[in-house]
């Protein structure tokens, strides 16, 4: 998978990209640069790639902690 790398100022191969689903609903691809090991994203995109595991938000950890005490 390619993206951008705001560090290299290039469009540079992500490393362990995984696929996510951002807040607003929308695909998304989360990796490495192969370069510099910056964090990257590319928006809009799913290619063959693992799911990310489910990220906790602020709003899910209070809840759940409400829930249980």
């Not at 090991?37 to 950890?61: F, I, Q």
Request: glycine fraction near 8%.
């Amino acid at each position: 998978m390619i993206g951008y790398c705001v560090r290299c100022r290039a469009k540079q191969e992500m490393l362990s990209a995984t696929r996510t689903l951002m807040k607003n609903g929308r695909r998304a691809m989360i990796g490495l640069c192969a370069c510099c090991g910056t964090k990257m994203s590319v928006a809009g995109k799913w290619d063959d790639a693992p799911e990310a595991p489910e990220l906790k938000t602020p709003e899910n950890s209070l809840t759940a902690s409400r829930k249980s005490g």
